[in-house]
């Protein structure tokens, strides 16, 4: 007997939006469940300190070692129904299958700094962090764990792109479910 994919059975997507932190993926994430009846935001990292989906904490990095099966199996049910905008800044370890549109948010180096400076992370973290931008790890990840055309890969420098990649991210959740209605 063949198995309907879980994406065929959602009349709402699943979106993921993921970058490096600072980027502007929270922002973004929320800004679009305001904007978009029937979406509702999965704050992954808080998820993970509230429900403890870790085996210790990192004190250099003063951050949570999560443990990535816990995560899945937190989220498995949620993800099914469809509706979820996870915000994340790693992607690797999801099921491909969760999501029907991946967003990867992009900053420049100096915004990048001056964001993670004001939210207070120590110096080690920020340089940590621009590394990851500048070798493109958490882009690397986005495109070999998804099909290409589940990407959407958005700069987040200034506050009026903020409100381009919210439309663009509406746009493509538009045409997502006049692909579905179609079939």
Known sequence: MDVEEPAVKRTVPNILITGTPGVGKTTLAKLLCESVSGLRFVPVGQLINDHKLYTKWNEEFDCPEYDEDMVVDFLENEMGTGGCVVDFHT??????????IVVLLRTNNTTLYDR??????????????????????????????????????????LPEQVESNLNQIIE???EWKQKRQAE
């Open 116 to 157: 993670l400076k004001e939210r207070g992370y120590a110096e080690k973290k920020i340089t940590e962090n621009i590394e990851c931008e500048i070798l493109e790890v958490t882009s690397e990840e986005v495109y070999t764990s998804y099909k290409p055309e589940l990407i959407m890969e958005l700069q987040s420098d």
């Open 172 to 174: 493509r959740l538009v």
């Open 91 to 100: 992607s690797g370890f999801f099921p491909e299958r969760w999501f029907d």
